[in-house]
Nanobody, 125 residues
Framework: VQLQASGGGLVQAGHSLRLSCSTSGLTFNSVTMGWFRQAPGKEREFVAGIRWNGGNRYYGESAKGRFTIYRDIAKKTVSLGMNSLNPADTAAYYC???????????????????WGQGTQVTVSS
């Protein structure tokens, strides 16, 4: 299984970015895809997740109302649309996949089996 995150960059506060995660080798029965982020000196935190089957979405507190996670079933990609970015959103963003996750543990990074490399998002003030 391989996950490849892309789309990061340097943006000004208030602007938007869209991150994308391409997948290979996954069979999508009972898969939950997630985005996490990690800023220097901080723990990796849950940003958003989506169940592949059914499309149920989950968001961390920092993402609610500003970020949208969505999937493209045909392309087997998961994207994260981020609006109203602010400097606190600066971090390396990682996509991850879990087989058989239940909703109550979607925020638990320890439950995810596969990780992509990070893509850096830097928001300037």
């Amino acid at each position: 299984v391989q996950l490849q995150a892309s789309g990061g960059g340097l943006v000004q506060a208030g602007h938007s970015l869209r991150l994308s995660c391409s997948t290979s080798g996954l069979t999508f029965n009972s898969v939950t895809m997630g985005w996490f982020r990690q800023a220097p000196g901080k723990e990796r935190e849950f940003v958003a997740g989506i169940r592949w089957n059914g499309g149920n979405r989950y968001y961390g507190e920092s993402a609610k109302g500003r970020f949208t996670i969505y999937r493209d079933i045909a392309k087997k990609t998961v994207s994260l649309g981020m609006n109203s970015l602010n400097p606190a959103d600066t971090a390396a963003y990682y996509c991850a996949a879990c087989i058989g996750l239940i909703a109550s543990t979607v925020t638990d990074r320890g439950r995810y089996h596969y990780w992509g490399q990070g893509t850096q998002v830097t928001v300037s003030s």
